[in-house]
Nanobody, 118 residues
Framework: QVQLVESGGGLVQPGGSLRLSCAAS????????MGWNRQAPGKQRELVAA???????NYPDSVKGRFTISMDNAKNTVYLQMNSLKPEDTAVYFC????????????WGQGTQVTVSS
C-alpha cells in the first residue's frame, strides 16, 4: 500500500520560510511526478507546485518566485521550499504522487498545516 508521509508544517511569521517534505513508500511502481497542493478553509484544493521525475516543474503565478519544488528520486521524496510567506499562504498542504501503474494512479498524503501569522 502506497504511503505518503509529510512533514515540516508549522507556524511562521509573514516573510518567513518553511520547508515541507513528503516521502513515498510501499510500492515498487515508478514515480512519474510528485507535487504539493493546498486547501484553505472554505476554498477548493489548488496546486501549488509539481515536478516530474525528469525535473520539469510547474507553479501557479501566486507562488512563482517564492516556492521551489525539488525531488530526490533515490529517496522517493519531494520537497517544497517556501520563502516570503504571506498570510494568504495559510492552508493545509497535501502531497501527491503519480505512480505508473497501468496508466497513472494518484496517491495523497494526509496533509500538514501551514499557518502564516504574526
Amino acid at each position: 500500500q502506497v504511503q505518503l508521509v509529510e512533514s515540516g508544517g508549522g507556524l511562521v511569521q509573514p516573510g518567513g520560510s518553511l520547508r515541507l517534505s513528503c516521502a513515498a513508500s510501499g510500492s515498487s511502481a515508478s514515480i512519474y511526478a510528485m507535487g504539493w497542493n493546498r486547501q484553505a478553509p472554505g476554498k477548493q484544493r489548488e496546486l501549488v507546485a509539481a515536478i516530474t521525475s525528469g525535473g520539469s516543474t510547474n507553479y501557479p503565478d501566486s507562488v512563482k518566485g517564492r516556492f521551489t519544488i525539488s525531488m530526490d528520486n533515490a529517496k522517493n521524496t519531494v520537497y517544497l521550499q517556501m520563502n516570503s510567506l504571506k498570510p494568504e499562504d495559510t492552508a493545509v498542504y497535501f502531497c501527491h504522487a503519480d505512480l505508473i501503474e497501468n496508466g497513472l494512479s494518484r496517491y495523497w498524503g494526509q496533509g500538514t498545516q501551514v499557518t502564516v501569522s504574526s
